[in-house]
C-alpha cells in the first residue's frame, strides 16, 4: 500500500514536471506574447498543481496545506496571466503577423492610455 | 441583520477551513486559537468577503461545484496535452486571434470564474472584460462569428458556473 502510494506520488511529479518543461518549450517557440503566455498559465497551473499533489502524497503529513496551495495556484495563476496579457495589449504589443483576427482592435476598451 | 450573520459565519468557516488545513491538527488548543481568529477576522472583514453569505454553502451549488471540478480538471488535461502538441510539433500549428464574445454570467464572481476557466482550458486566454462582453486571445481560431465562439468558448462552461454563481 505504502509503495503504492509512493509510486503514484512519483509518478504525479514526474507528469507536473514534464509538462512544466512542455510549457517552457512552448514559451521558448512561441512567437508573440499572447501565444507564449498561453503556454506559460496552462503548464504552469497542471504543471505546479501535479507536483504538489505528488509532494503531498509523497508526504501524507503535508497533504492539507498541498491541498490550500493547489487551490490558491488555482485561483491566481489565471488572474496574473490576464493582467499581463491585458497590460501587454495596452502597451501596445502587436499579435503575431501570423494571427488572422483582433476584434480587440477597434474597441475602446482595449485601447491602452486609459486609467483602468 | 440576519444576512449580515450569514455573511459573518461563512467567512468565519471560511477561515476556519483554511485554518484546520494548514495547521494540520485538532489538537483543541490550536483548534481553540483558530475558531477566535476565525470569528475576529471575519467580523472586520466579512462584507468584503462575501455577498451571498450563507447561501453559498447551499447543498445544490456544492453539487454543481462537485460536478464541476472534474469536468474542468479533464478540460485542463486537454489543455496541456494541446500546448504540448503545438510546442513540440515542428511547423508549431498556430492560428491564434482576438475574438469577441458575449457572456450569460451577470455577477462579477460569476464572470471571474467564466474567465479564469477559459484562461485554463484549451487554447483560450481572457484578454479583456468589458461588461458582458469578453476579449479572448485563441491559439487556434475556429471561427470569428460571435454566436459561434460564444457557443465554442464560454458555452462550454456556463451551464453549471451558472448554477453555482447564479
Known amino acids: 500500500m505504502n509503495l503504492l502510494l509512493q509510486g503514484v506520488a512519483g509518478t504525479l511529479i514526474l507528469i507536473g514536471s514534464l509538462f512544466l518543461f512542455l510549457g517552457a518549450l512552448g514559451v521558448y517557440r512561441f512567437p508573440d506574447v499572447y501565444n507564449r503566455l498561453q503556454a506559460g498559465t496552462k503548464s504552469t497551473t497542471l504543471g505546479a498543481l501535479s507536483l504538489i499533489l505528488g509532494v503531498g502524497l509523497a508526504e501524507p503529513a503535508w497533504l492539507p496545506k498541498a491541498l490550500v496551495l493547489m487551490l490558491f495556484i488555482l485561483l491566481t495563476n489565471p488572474v496574473s496571466s490576464h493582467a499581463i496579457g491585458r497590460a501587454s495589449y495596452k502597451s501596445g504589443y502587436p499579435l503575431w503577423e501570423g494571427s488572422i483576427v483582433d476584434h480587440c482592435q477597434e474597441h475602446d476598451a482595449c485601447k491602452g492610455g486609459g486609467e483602468a | ?166
Request: charged share 20%; with cysteine; hydrophobic share 45%.
Open chain 2, 1 to 166: 441583520m440576519a444576512h449580515r450573520i450569514g455573511q459573518f459565519l461563512f467567512t468565519a468557516l471560511v477561515l476556519f477551513g483554511l485554518w484546520l488545513l494548514f495547521t494540520g491538527t485538532l489538537d483543541p488548543q490550536e483548534t481553540a486559537v483558530g475558531a477566535l481568529l476565525a470569528a475576529g477576522i471575519a467580523l472586520f472583514t466579512h462584507r468584503r468577503f462575501t455577498r451571498g453569505g450563507l447561501q453559498n454553502l447551499a447543498p445544490g451549488r456544492l453539487l454543481c461545484l462537485l460536478a464541476y471540478l472534474p469536468f474542468f480538471t479533464w478540460q485542463m488535461i486537454k489543455a496541456n496535452l494541446d500546448v504540448a502538441y503545438r510546442a513540440l510539433h515542428p511547423r508549431m500549428p498556430l492560428n491564434p486571434g482576438i475574438v469577441r464574445v458575449k457572456t450569460r454570467m451577470t455577477s462579477d464572481i460569476g464572470k471571474m470564474a467564466v474567465a479564469n476557466s477559459i484562461t485554463l482550458t484549451p487554447g483560450t486566454l481572457t484578454l479583456e472584460v468589458d461588461d458582458d462582453t469578453l476579449y479572448i486571445h485563441w491559439i487556434d481560431v475556429r471561427s470569428t462569428d460571435p454566436e459561434e465562439a460564444r457557443r465554442l468558448i464560454p458555452g462550454v462552461f456556463e451551464p453549471c458556473l451558472k448554477r453555482i454563481f447564479p
